[in-house]
């Protein structure tokens, strides 16, 4: 297969400089013909002139503007690849990390593959991972105990993607700008039109997590942008009446609760959602063809 390796960069230069060797030996390793690019966000460091200069047999591409991970949407449509893999200047790959992600695709049903997120220090980070909901609200839950066994998987975080699914289906809602939620969104959409995600634990990623989003908006603004788009997942995608209900039940007792606790993220983001509540509605509407065809429904993926 034809592979394309995306690395996504913003003044990420120092991180380019640690992590970029192993995915380019990565590569060179694979039985696939493997192409390593960095995607650039307008960074203002010398990011450019590393690549150009210590990896020249990377592309270094430039965003028009710095759109955060919608950046890729663009670039993705403009390849002829088979598969994508989208990594951030964060990652380590281990030398053998590509051709079992990439194996999977053989079965046409799958539309991603997620590999097993390690963090630096030996612990379990992501990868395997099911939608739950609780209290009126949508949750990725992660399994930790059964990391080292492949299977389904509901979301990815980074990983694997069939391009053209990809394409077909629009990358990335620019919804969840500047992000969080959005491969939530993508990887739902797809298994609700009939296409499948699979975990593979054989294909290690070591991440040094949210390094450039912690830089650029901190930890409370993080979890406020998570909150919120959370709550667009739900008034964009969720059409079951019931999961409907208790959400509107249960939600501003939640954020009730949540406040008494000290916690204003929460109600914080669903100020933010608000704003933004018309743009959802109407995608909610655009979508309506897609919601015919789905061959599930969220109740089938909580796990």
Not at 125 to 130: C, E, R
């Amino acid at each position: 297969m034809k592979i394309d390796i995306i690395i996504l960069n913003y003044n990420g230069r120092d991180l380019l400089e640690k992590y970029l060797p192993s995915v380019c030996a990565a590569a060179i390793r694979s039985v696939h013909d493997s192409a390593v690019y960095v995607l650039d966000n307008c960074s203002s460091d010398s990011s450019r002139e590393l690549v150009a200069g210590s990896f020249p047999g990377v592309g270094f591409i430039p965003a028009p503007r710095n759109l955060v991970l919608f950046s890729y949407n663009a670039f993705v449509a403009g390849l002829d690849s088979d598969v994508v893999i989208l990594l951030n200047t964060d990652m380590k790959a281990e030398p053998d990390f590509i051709d079992p992600l990439v194996a999977h695709f053989s079965n046409e049903k799958i539309m991603f593959a997620a590999p097993r997120l390690m963090n630096f220090d030996g612990t379990f980070n992501g990868g395997k991972s099911f939608l739950g909901f609780s209290l009126g609200a949508v949750k990725m839950r992660v399994d930790y105990d059964n990391f080292m066994s492949g299977g389904k998987t509901h979301s990815i975080a980074t990983g694997a993607f069939r391009r053209d699914a990809f394409v077909s289906m629009g990358g990335f809602d620019d919804l969840y700008l500047p992000g969080i939620w959005e491969e939530v969104d993508l990887c739902f959409r797809a298994m609700c039109l009939g296409w499948e995600g699979v975990y593979e634990p054989r294909s290690v990623v070591f991440h040094d997590e949210s390094t450039t989003f912690h830089r650029e908006y901190g930890k409370k603004r993080k979890m406020t942008i998570a909150h919120r788009n959370m709550f667009l997942f739900i008034w964009k995608n969720v059409r079951e009446k019931d999961i409907l209900f208790a959400h509107i039940l249960l939600t501003l007792p939640r954020i009730l609760v949540l406040l008494l606790k000290g916690q204003d993220t929460v109600l914080i983001g669903f100020i933010g959602a608000l704003k933004r509540l018309p743009l959802a509605l109407k995608k909610r509407a655009l979508m309506k063809t897609e919601f015919l065809e789905r061959k599930y429904d969220l109740k089938d993926f909580i796990g």
